[in-house]
């Protein structure tokens, strides 16, 4: 079983999650860093040599059993040695260490995308936000693994109930590699009115497409949300409003995601504020008022 961290930018976290995930679970483990920052996280000496080395070398997989380390009973790691983009690696090497390693393991692939080698064989699974958890307070080593075919989870903190979404998006998908459930102001305004979003700037529609769908209203965590959200996310759509229930944003990389949502955002309060003048002129316009607009005549 593998598990593939990467962030789309620094400071993202992989180092702390990779460790944690490795440190919490409950069988064998091994940790494989791409990256060079987990031997200091886990108190190891970092070696000069490591898992890049042999992939930029031809060396035979059984050498890998010399470059692990054992962290505790349960966990070992094998160290990069150095980055592994600042290296030339053939592609088979990659395959050649996945089909190598068995039972549980857990990949740091640092900051941009991982090999697409990695990325495949590692794709039945995603991280996701627990359920009941402010994000204010939340950690790194609170974020579930879900197995993306049967939506079982790795651990004692349970998922999100908005796991089958995120598991039918990557599914339906394949290019999207992050998705953003949300209750943003304006876009959850529009979402309670039931309405697609029209009239879309060229800057916005550049990002949303022509327009933004509204999925039909299903209770959280139903199958019946699942299959509403996939409607609204038709023709490549990388937005869609959930009657009554927020937004949800995909993206090629996390940071695309958010993106995507601040876009929607301000598209959302566009939105309102064009159906607002329609009736009302600029004159009395209030965030307020136009919110009480939005929910009784828009979704009227």
């Not at 470059?67 to 990069?80: K, R």
């Not at 995601?257 to 504020?273: G, K, P, Q, T």
């Not at 004159?283 to 828009?298: P, R, S, W």
């Amino acid at each position: 079983m593998i598990t593939l961290c990467w962030a789309a930018k620094g400071g993202s976290g992989t180092t702390v999650t990779v460790a944690a995930l490795a440190l919490s679970s409950t069988t064998p483990t091994v940790i494989v860093d791409l990256d060079g920052d987990l031997p200091t996280v886990l108190g190891i000496d970092p070696p000069p040599v490591g898992v890049v080395d042999w992939l930029a070398g031809d060396t035979p997989a059984d050498h890998l059993r010399r470059l692990t380390h054992p962290v505790t009973d349960q966990v070992s790691l094998i160290p990069a040695g150095r980055p592994w983009r600042s290296a030339r690696i053939a592609p088979h090497r990659w395959d050649t260490l996945i089909d190598h390693l068995s039972g549980q393991v857990v990949i740091d692939a640092g900051t941009g995308p991982p090999p697409p080698q990695l990325s495949q064989r590692a794709d039945d699974r995603f991280l996701i936000t627990p359920s009941g958890r402010t994000y204010e307070t939340l950690t790194p080593d609170e974020m579930v693994v879900v197995n993306r075919v049967d939506l079982s989870h790795e651990g004692a903190i349970t998922p999100s109930s908005e796991k089958g979404m995120h598991a039918d998006i990557y599914t339906r998908r394949p290019e999207i590699t992050a998705v953003v459930h949300t209750h943003q102001l304006q876009a959850s305004t529009v979402a309670a009115a039931r309405k697609t979003v029209t009239g879309l700037s060229a800057d916005h529609a550049a990002v949303l497409g022509e327009s933004v769908l509204c999925a039909d209203y299903a209770l959280p965590g139903t199958r019946k949300l699942v299959l509403a959200a996939a409607k609204a996310l038709v023709h490549g759509r990388k937005a869609a409003l959930l009657a009554n229930h927020g937004a949800v944003c995909i993206g090629e990389t996390m940071e695309a995601a958010f993106n995507v949502a601040v876009i929607l955002e301000a598209a959302c309060e566009d939105f309102i504020r064009r159906s607002f003048e329609n009736r009302y002129g600029t004159c009395g316009l209030t965030v307020a008022g136009m919110h009480e607009h939005c929910l009784i005549h828009m979704g009227a």
